[in-house]
Each structure stands twice: as C-alpha cells, then as structure tokens.
C-alpha cells in the first residue's frame, strides 16, 4: 500500500484530531471507548457526559480548516488512515 506524503498542515491536521481522539478517551476513563468508569455500578447513560476542553477542540477545528479539510472527512479520514492506520 502506498504511504500518503501529508503536507505540514494536513500532518497538523491528523495530530490535532489525534490528541482530541485520546483526550475523550482519557475523559471517557477507558482506551477503548466504552463509557463507564471502572466504579460505576449504572448503566453509562447515567453519567454526565465528559467534558473535552474547548481549547482541544478548537485546535482540531482551527487544524481542519488551516487544511482544507472542512467539510471534507471523507478526505480526512483518508489521510488518517493511511498516515495512522490503527487510529
């Protein structure tokens, strides 16, 4: 498979999105995405939702755009893809 040469932004673009990937997951108190903190006896629907800082998501949004990208996640996830593949 041929590797994907990103450009300064879209490699910004793919980290930024990578630190708010890891950052809801951190917020979500597990790495696979499950919801439920490992004390919680209720279903995860009856916790507050996690709060990811604005700055985070501004910076992924800030990053898209400086990109090109917005708008565009079919392209995006391409390049994620074929520069992270197990993102």
């Keep these: 498979m041929p590797t994907a040469v990103l450009t300064d932004r879209e490699r910004t673009a793919v ?3 990578l630190r708010l990937l890891h950052t809801v997951r951190a917020a979500l108190g597990d790495e696979g995405g499950g919801g439920r ?3 919680s006896s209720g279903p995860p629907h009856d916790r507050l939702p996690p709060v990811v800082p ?3 998501l501004a910076e992924a949004e800030r990053a898209l755009a400086d990109a090109g990208l917005t708008g565009n996640e079919e392209e995006f996830f391409r390049l994620l893809h074929s520069w992270c593949p197990g993102a």
């Design 15 to 17: 980290q930024a999105y």
């Design 37 to 39: 903190d490992a004390g």
């Design 54 to 56: 604005p700055a985070v």
